[in-house]
Antibody
Framework: QVQLQESGPGLVKPSQTLSLSCTVSGGSISSGTYYWSWIRQPAGKGLEWIGRIYTSGSTNYNPSLKSRVTISEDTSKNQFSLKLSSVTAADTAVYYC??????????????????WGQGTLVTVSS | QSVLTQPPSASGTPGQNVTISCSGS????????VNWYQQFPGTAPKLLIY???RRPSGVPDRFSGSKSGTSASLAISGLQSEDEADYYCAAWDDSLNGWVFGGGTKLTVL
């Protein structure tokens, strides 16, 4: 059973770079079948997709965050990581990593996030 | 402001049937499948419905999903107290070339 676990600093100063890692156990991020995503949720608010990485190293980012986001993978550690630069208080949120299956069929783009990590709270404050 | 529109709240009494709507556009729900996630306070979202109407193993058949045009719905039949949670819809969006979520619906079991 695949499990994901986020890790990283819980407090980041404004204008600095937020860095998180997601360690995958019970499966390989190199399997070629899945996309590996980051999603965040400010307190009391909804979910926001940040971006994803595929086995080939190809990435997609939310246009609203694209200029500040980098998602990378470390297959030797079976991890993928998130870097968000120039953070402000608006970036304070619980950050989740998740595995996704995505493919096209007659119904269009099919995909879903499962499983999710437990989430980690990152607070941006001086 | 979320790309997909959900009612912020819904409620029902035990045993009732409840439906939560999710409205989008041709660039997301209209062209792609919809997923639903259930989230309890302080925990990560959990996949509830995928590909419009399919349930992962372990999800009770009281939960069902449907899609028509640019809207989708999550139906819960025989509401139970343990169904009290937040529910989110999600779909791929061609305009953003990424995933979009609804703002979430807080379900209260009265």
């Amino acid at each position: 059973q695949v499990q994901l676990q986020e890790s990283g600093p819980g407090l980041v100063k404004p204008s600095q770079t937020l860095s998180l890692s997601c360690t995958v156990s019970g499966g390989s991020i190199s399997s070629g079948t899945y996309y590996w995503s980051w999603i965040r949720q400010p307190a009391g608010k909804g979910l926001e997709w940040i971006g994803r990485i595929y086995t080939s190293g190809s990435t997609n980012y939310n246009p609203s965050l694209k200029s500040r986001v980098t998602i990378s993978e470390d297959t030797s550690k079976n991890q993928f990581s998130l870097k968000l630069s120039s953070v402000t208080a608006a970036d304070t949120a619980v950050y989740y990593c998740a595995r996704a299956i995505n493919y096209y069929d007659s119904g269009g783009y099919v995909g879903w996030f499962d499983p999710w990590g437990q989430g980690t709270l990152v607070t941006v404050s001086s | 402001q979320s790309v997909l529109t959900q009612p912020p709240s819904a409620s029902g009494t035990p045993g009732q049937n409840v439906t939560i709507s999710c409205s989008g556009s041709s660039s997301n729900i209209g062209g792609h499948t919809v997923n639903w996630y259930q989230q309890f306070p302080g925990t990560a979202p959990k996949l509830l419905i995928y590909s419009n109407n399919r349930r992962p193993s372990g999800v009770p058949d009281r939960f069902s999903g449907s899609k028509s045009g640019t809207s989708a719905s999550l139906a819960i039949s025989g509401l139970q107290s343990e169904d009290e949670a937040d529910y989110y819809c999600a779909a791929w969006d061609d305009s953003l070339n990424g995933w979009v979520f609804g703002g979430g619906t807080k379900l209260t079991v009265l």
